[in-house]
């Protein structure tokens, strides 16, 4: 494996985590009493617009932990002033974001309550992000350390682009999200084979395991070649299997009001602790404290804690 706890942080004037994927214009749509009927209309009671997708939210999240982060996504012209001012405002560099012109940003219209959360999606531009990643691999000149994916990669490039990015001795990490047909097909385990750490949650876990119980699927990982797994458990917690150990996490209490991004945010505090040298039993400690406290605020962003408030949480966990 590449990634190792213990290299420190030296040198990462440029960006040290190139987040690559999918990015969206996400309309929040927050406070809705049910879920809605076909035919039957339903109110919100607040209206927010953010970028939203793994990779915004990941990328944003490290920056806020005083991670230096790039994202590696296509966007349309018809947001893309505001798009990357946003992520720029945010510490994320867009040095690596294409513009497309025959497609829009992909939308997410997002309907929030405080369990749970409900999603409509138009990829837009995203339809060009296999061809963008091809490219960029073949093409990019920077010194690379980590790239997280967030997106399921697909079977045939998807090798060859990790392989591509491993003889670089970078190193790196996936989150699929839920897609169905890519985490029921065997294939995918050749994928999470190749990667370096995989953080799946339960439900996504579940799809490839076929188990429920959390141990079983980290035993299943492993025994199937799958070195290093954080699984998010949400309200449960977090646990991980490192090179052949189990280890858990506790679940953080807090006041949630919207779990949107919080395993996005869980990836960035885990990839951050890492990089500064914490071992993997502290990676997901402060990965779950992450996690949870982004779901203090609406949507992806804006409850990622920073570096002080982690700290903060860490102190009170001490005592």
Known sequence: MAISAGNGSAGLNAPAVIVAGQIFLDLL???????????????????????????????????????????????????????????????????????????????????????????????????????????????????????????????????????????????????????????????????????????????????????????RMLRSFADNGVRRVALKLGAAGAAMVWDGEIFYADPIPVDCVDTTGAGDCFNAGFLQALFTGADPRECLLRANICGALSTEAYGGIAGAPDRNRLEQELRKMSV
């Open 29 to 215: 749509l927050i406070g809705v009493d049910h879920w809605p009927e076909p035919g039957k209309e339903i109110f919100a009671r607040e209206f927010r617009r953010e970028i939203g997708g793994g990779t915004a939210i990941t990328a944003c999240a490290l920056a806020r932990l005083g991670c230096p982060a790039a994202v590696l996504v296509a966007i349309g012209t018809d947001s893309s002033a505001w798009i990357t001012s946003r992520l720029e405002s945010c510490g994320v560099s867009t040095e690596s974001v294409i513009i497309e012109t025959t497609e829009p940003t992909g939308i997410t219209v997002i309907a929030s309550r405080p369990e749970d959360r409900l999603f409509i999606t138009y990829p837009g531009a995203n339809r060009r992000f296999a061809e963008l990643l091809q490219s960029w691999v073949e093409m990019c000149q920077d010194t690379l350390l980590h790239v997280h994916f967030a997106v399921p990669l697909d079977f045939e490039s998807g090798r060859r682009v990790i392989e591509a990015i491993r003889r670089r001795n970078a190193s790196v990490s996936l989150d699929v999200g839920w897609n169905r047909s890519w985490l029921l097909d065997p294939r995918a385990w050749e994928i999470a084979r190749q990667i370096d750490i995989f953080f799946p949650n339960a439900t996504e876990a579940e799809a490839l395991t076929g188990q429920r119980n959390p141990e």
